[in-house]
């Protein structure tokens, strides 16, 4: 005989809480290693922003501009209005951490100013991506809701791998900024050869967040592939 408990109990669901314990595992992996790498002071004594700005104008890119912003660890590259906003803990910041962090930010810069395919491809993307995010789950409700309307879950269930594709855009976009960034910090002369890995460590944890984005997003793709994508409507 079932067990009252597991007969409410959705199996799927364990793919959602697989994704979620590797989403907090990564950000937790990364807060720690910043925090690590943060009490480390470079010997050259420059700031993020000094680092930001340097890169930039040895890059030959004179058309971004640097501005600090609120918070910590919310460093982005906006290729729109060219602007490169480091968060208050990394423009004031002389840790080897800040100055990985800024030069990974410089790194998308550089991306942008190439013409670099993967993040031009993801720009591309991102307003479907976005509409993809926003309608899918509603699509599969009404589709649920209207008797399984398989033409209306199919249609959620794509639009929501709209979600899955950004995310895979973005590893090698988010991957080559790093490595943009060491190789400048390294051949610039802004690190010493110790401090060098202490960056890398730092910057693949920062990685790995969004391979856990992408890992959670695909987990929560084949929920709803395992739920609603072998049904057939049979009215």
């Known amino acids: 005989m079932t067990s009252p408990i597991f007969a409410f109990f959705d199996p799927t669901y364990i793919l959602v809480i697989a994704g979620l314990l590797l989403s907090m595992a990564a950000s937790g992996y990364v807060n720690s290693t910043y925090a690590k ?4 002071r470079a010997q050259s004594g420059i700031t993020g922003t000094v680092t930001a700005q340097y890169i930039l104008q040895q890059s030959g890119i ?12 919310t460093d982005n590259y906006n290729g729109g209005n060219k602007t490169l906003n480091l968060s208050e803990s990394t423009a004031n910041s002389s840790s080897v951490a800040a100055i990985g962090v800024a030069a990974h930010e410089c790194g998308h810069a550089v ?15 991102v307003p479907i991506a976005n509409i993809g995010s926003t309608v899918s789950f ?3 409700l009404i589709g649920v809701l209207m008797g399984m309307n398989q033409t209306l879950i199919h249609i959620g269930i794509l639009l929501f791998s709209l979600a899955l594709l950004f995310q895979l855009v973005t590893l090698p976009v988010e991957f080559n900024a ?8 390294s051949d610039g ?3 010493t050869a110790d401090e060098v890995p202490m960056v890398r460590r730092v910057l693949t944890a920062a990685a790995l967040t969004y391979v856990a984005a992408a890992l959670a997003t695909f987990l929560q793709l084949l929920r709803l592939i395992i739920l609603f994508g072998g049904n057939r409507d049979d009215n």
């Open 111 to 125: 991306q942008d100013a190439q013409n670099y395919f993967p993040m031009r491809l993801r720009t591309a993307i």
């Open 62 to 73: 004179s058309n971004v501009s640097v501005h600090p912003i609120a918070g910590q660890l």
């Open 37 to 40: 790498y943060d009490r480390y």
């Open 138 to 140: 509603p699509l599969i």
């Open 189 to 191: 002369g802004l690190l």
């Open 178 to 185: 790093s490595h943009r960034a060491l190789r400048i910090l």
